[in-house]
């Protein structure tokens, strides 16, 4: 199983980014899929989260309105969108696997991970 993240980068304050997943290695539509951060220092958080089939979405408090996860099961990829950036989203953001069928928060139910693409908000 491999999943590749990308689309990291620096960014201004109220600015927007796009990241993306690719994953290979697993019966992709059986995965719920979510985005974890870690900031330097910090312990990794959950960012946000998407079953199946897209119809759910799960987000943490402190990106609900700003960011979007969706998923493109034909392309075995799933997305976050981040808007009006803010300097705390500055984190390493992880997008990881889970092959059962009810979306956890928690990091550690979660079987494979991909390496991490670095995000950086400037004020």
């Known amino acids: 199983v491999q999943l590749q993240a990308s689309g990291g980068g620096l960014v ?3 600015g927007s980014l796009r990241l993306s997943c690719a994953a290979s290695g697993l019966t992709f539509s ?10 330097l220092g910090k312990e990794r958080e959950f960012v946000a989260a998407i079953s199946w089939s897209g119809g759910s979405t799960y987000y943490a ?3 609900k309105g700003r960011f979007t996860i969706s998923r493109d099961n034909a392309r075995n990829t799933v997305y976050l ?8 989203d500055t984190a390493v953001y992880y997008c990881a696997a889970d092959p059962r069928a009810t979306v956890t928060y928690y990091s ?3 079987f494979h991970w991909g390496q991490g693409t670095q995000v950086t908000v400037s004020s």
């Open 12 to 14: 201004q304050a109220g």
């Open 30 to 39: 059986r995965y719920v899929m979510a985005w974890f951060r870690q900031a």
């Open 61 to 63: 408090d402190s990106v």
């Open 81 to 88: 969108q981040m808007n009006v950036l803010k300097p705390e």
């Open 108 to 110: 550690g139910n979660y």
